[in-house]
């Protein structure tokens, strides 16, 4: 247990030294100062004028979003067309059939907003092709996507005032060459090294050593696995996702991919501090997190590797603890590592099965999705964040009689209004999204028999499950629930639009009515935001707003069932 | 939205070629020196192919380990858990008579050696290793359908068993009932 315990320690101490330089080099190449790969710059610059582009117009707040939403109208297009007609098209060695409309509808909306909710299985739900040009490439842009709205916030928050928030594309297509193409390259590399397949062969058809006839799944898997994690979108090529043993064949893969996946939304907040030149406000953003997060750990590590009690009443040998639904390679403490930064990190891979985990660990993977900022995905858990730090300032200003203030600009009612709006959207759409179809299924369970793989207070946890890993824009699920229905695919694939854009159109709008304001230099009758005080005011303003909101449900779900099992 | 639309769509195209043909390419290059040229290490055995050393399989003859309970009873050609919540009654239930089966099998083991990986399924339901202990409580089973001696196979799982500084210990039940079967054959 000790060196379980240890791994996951290594695995911490790891990524938080790799995340502080990418950090400052992130700054460095949104600033547009010397960095590391200026080298790419000739294929930056071919690559805007292929498109059109210039890149070096500045834009506004607004532009910014049109420019935004118009690329992502496309590639949805461009993935529902795939999807559809999959089945048509060349590389599809196992001949899978095209998805049905509202599949394809819920897999393209899923991919388009870096959740990657799954409602079908790779092996036999996709071709190749789509493989690549759908959920690779949108793995690819949808990280991108955020990376650089994150950006425009970094740049809005800049001491002068002004309505020129720098260039969009500029952001977008810098996100991709400088940070998640190189990055991906060397994860895919470092996985194909270790037995990760990487190839346009079909499946292999093999006779076991003890004479069985099978097959076993290949394909492009390292090239997708690596963007898959470090890009935060946490679809899986394989129907188990990082729980397959060729996705991640080890220990060290294992640590790998868990590393790329925390990296960048760590990054993001160093980037932020010496973006703006203000490290304490950096450190103050990455204390509330870092706390969050390790209230959420603690618990799950604790009752995994205690084991379920229903099997130690067995009197079975339960050392490694709860071992349904998770590999021997991982073990308990890793698994339960894992599941934690997928849900607070809006990633979504699993390298074991949540449905299976105690309750309370089920609790805390749901609270990480419903809080959503600590760390939070690439680029938008920095701007879920920002939201609570406006309630925040507000908040804490009314109370002490102060002219509520973030970084030398006021915050009147109209950024406090979107900001609300913004962090409210979150709990609405997940409970009236349960309520909702729980309200169907006790009206007619026989007919939804389907839905629920677990009777009770489990399955409402699945269905809550469901509805929060889509509005988190996470992806991961309780898998047991039977969730490709024209219901599911169609109710969540509207929640994920809603959950994606209006909280990037939120932050995005505060932070560019906030850039045109003037610029009042600190006084003492401001209140420093980048103080432990502060954090300590931030937390409680997402317990309230964030936890609290969804103490009943929880309650009905994975609480009630904690105390009929313990 | 109008003066976004071509450059959206000319981008779009551009970054396909990018991360769709230029990206995979390099990993799929770089794959080929890798072990097996990045299509999963494989095993053989007397010639043939007889697996993947990653993917886990299935054996329910009395002289081969046994690996994990399975979802998918270890088609590889899909993957899954069984997504049972730990206080589902007919979850108990299976995982009882798992044990009872076991216990059957195995006679002279105690409940206690039992360890829970046995009677659980794994995440992927093609988990291909066994933790030492699990391979442990099956030796007696082998090395009597085998007519081994029991601490010649007890030495075999030693020597398969793989230590690690962070993660728990395990053994890979394909490549040691490979080496089993090459035991017994000399």
């Not at chain 1, 492009?220 to 996702?241: Q, R, S």
Request: net charge neutral; aromatic share 10%.
């Amino acid at each position: 247990m000790i060196n379980e315990l240890l791994g996951i320690g290594a695995i911490y101490f790891l990524t938080l030294v790799l995340a502080l330089p990418l950090g400052h080099y992130l700054a460095r190449v949104f600033k547009g100062e010397k960095n590391l790969l200026d080298f790419l710059r000739p294929v930056e610059n071919g690559i805007f004028r292929l498109s059109g582009i210039d890149a070096r117009r500045e834009m506004s707040w607004q532009q910014h979003l049109v420019a935004l939403l118009t690329i992502n109208l496309v590639w949805f297009l461009l993935a529902m067309l795939v999807l559809s007609t999959q089945g048509s098209l060349p590389l599809n060695p196992d001949q899978n059939p095209s998805m049905a409309p509202d599949l394809a509808f819920n897999t393209a909306i899923s991919f388009l907003v870096n959740c990657n909710l799954q409602h079908y299985s790779g092996e036999s739900g996709l071709s190749y092709l789509s493989q690549i040009v759908v959920i690779t490439f949108l793995q690819f842009v949808s990280a991108a996507t955020g990376i650089a709205a994150a950006v425009v916030v970094f740049n809005a928050l800049q001491t002068r005032a002004t309505d020129k928030l720098g260039n969009f594309y500029n952001y977008f297509v810098k996100s991709l060459t400088r940070l998640l193409l190189p990055g991906s390259l060397v994860v895919a590399l470092l996985l194909a090294f270790n037995g990760t397949p990487m190839t346009l062969q079909g499946k292999q058809e093999l006779v076991t050593l003890q004479g069985d006839s099978v097959a076993v799944s290949r394909g492009p898997v390292a090239a997708m696995v690596a963007i898959k994690e470090l890009g935060t979108n946490g679809g899986g090529f394989y129907g188990a996702n990082s729980a397959h043993p060729l996705e991640n064949p080890n220990y060290l893969t294992n640590s790998i991919e868990n590393i790329a996946l925390v990296i960048i939304p760590m990054a993001m907040v160093f980037a932020l501090g010496f973006y703006l030149n203000r490290r304490k406000l950096a450190l103050m953003i990455f204390g509330v997190m870092t706390v969050g997060f390790v209230v959420l750990l603690a618990p799950t590590v604790y009752y995994e590797l205690q084991g379920n009690p229903a099997i130690s009443h067995l009197g079975v040998n339960q050392e490694l603890g709860a071992l349904e639904g998770k590999e021997i390679r991982f073990g308990a403490a890793a698994s339960a590592y894992w599941s934690i930064t997928n849900t607070v990190i809006s990633c979504g891979s699993v390298n074991s099965m949540h449905d299976s985990f105690m309750p309370l660990s089920g609790l805390t993977q749901m609270l990480g999705m419903m809080t959503n900022a600590f760390y939070g995905g690439c680029g938008v858990g920095l701007l879920n964040f920002f939201a609570y730090l406006i309630i925040a300032v507000f908040i804490a200003g009314l109370m002490v009689g102060r002219t509520p203030e973030l970084l030398g600009k006021k915050i009147e009612a109209r950024e406090m209004k979107i900001a609300i709006l913004v962090t409210l959207l979150h709990p609405l759409l997940i409970l009236a999204g349960t309520a909702l179809t729980a309200h169907l299924y006790a009206g007619n369970p026989t007919e939804y028999a389907g839905w629920l793989a677990n009777p009770g207070y489990h399955g409402f946890s699945e269905m809550l499950y469901e509805f929060t890993s889509a509005s988190a824009n996470n992806g991961s699920g309780f898998e047991g629930l039977g969730d490709n229905t024209p219901w599911w695919n169609i109710s969540t694939g509207v929640v994920l639009l809603l959950s994606r854009f209006l909280p990037i159109i939120g932050p995005v709008a505060i932070a560019g009515l906030l850039a045109r304001k003037k610029y009042v230099p600190e006084s003492a009758g401001t209140l420093p935001a980048d103080t432990a005080t502060f954090g300590v005011m931030v937390m409680a303003v997402i317990v309230i707003i964030a936890a609290l909101a969804f103490f009943p449900a929880l309650a009905l779900g994975p609480i009630a069932e904690h105390f009929s099992l313990y | 939205m109008k003066q976004h639309l071509l450059p959206a769509f000319r981008l779009t195209l551009v970054l396909l070629v990018v991360c769709c043909l230029i990206y995979p390419a390099l990993v799929w290059a770089g794959a080929q020196l890798a072990p097996n040229s990045g299509q999963g290490e494989t095993i053989s055995h007397r010639g043939r192919v007889v697996g993947y050393d990653n993917v886990g399989q299935k054996f329910t003859r009395p002289e081969y380990f046994w690996a994990r309970p399975s979802a998918v009873d270890y088609n590889s050609t899909g993957s899954a858990g069984s997504n049972k919540g730990p206080s589902n009654p007919e979850y108990q239930a299976t995982v009882q008579a798992r044990l009872d089966t076991f216990l059957l099998q195995n006679p002279g083991v105690a409940k206690a050696q039992v360890p829970a990986e046995l009677i659980t399924a794994s995440g992927s339901g093609l988990d291909p290793h066994l933790s030492p202990a699990g391979a442990a409580v099956q030796v007696a089973r082998v090395a009597r359908a085998r007519q081994l001696d029991a601490a010649k196979v007890q030495a075999l799982v030693a020597q398969h068993t793989q230590h690690s500084l962070l993660g728990p210990d395990r053994v890979n039940v394909l490549r040691l009932n490979v080496a089993l079967d090459e035991l017994s054959s000399r």
